[in-house]
């Protein structure tokens, strides 16, 4: 019952910058950490961002520097802001966020469906 959608992504030049959004909707109790994700054709799921209920960010050394996660708790958002974007930071983007859906349940991964993200000339 719970979802998490991506948007934002699109086609940008190398340099250029974008922002993505992930909305998480459905049955939610709770959300603990939020996180970005990306995967390049051919290449195994990589970890880039994570924020932690407690508002601590972490960053892929890849990224640091250049992406900033964020996030609102008050409407159940997580963002990504990436700027000095490379080549290589083509990927798809997905979205993950740990959810209990009651107070009961236990802490669950949910995944975007996610979005395109091309660095090109």
């Known amino acids: 019952q719970v979802q998490l959608v991506e948007s934002g992504g699109g086609l940008v030049q190398p340099g250029g910058s974008l922002r993505l959004s992930c909305a998480a909707s459905?049955?939610?109790?709770?959300?603990?950490?939020m996180a970005w994700y990306r995967q390049a054709p051919g290449k195994q799921r990589e970890w880039v961002a994570r924020?932690?209920?407690?508002?601590?960010?972490i960053h892929t050394d890849s990224v640091k520097g250049r992406f900033t996660i964020s996030r609102d708790n008050a409407k159940n958002m997580v963002y990504l802001q990436m700027n000095s974007l490379k080549p290589e930071d083509t990927a798809v983007y997905y979205c993950?966020?740990?959810?209990?859906?009651?107070?009961?349940?236990?802490?669950?991964?949910?995944w975007g469906q996610g979005t395109q993200v091309t660095v090109s000339s």
């Open positions: 993950n966020a740990e959810i209990k859906t009651t107070y009961w349940a236990t802490l669950i991964d949910y």
């Open positions: 459905g049955s939610i109790f709770s959300i603990n950490a």
């Open positions: 924020s932690f209920s407690g508002g601590r960010i």
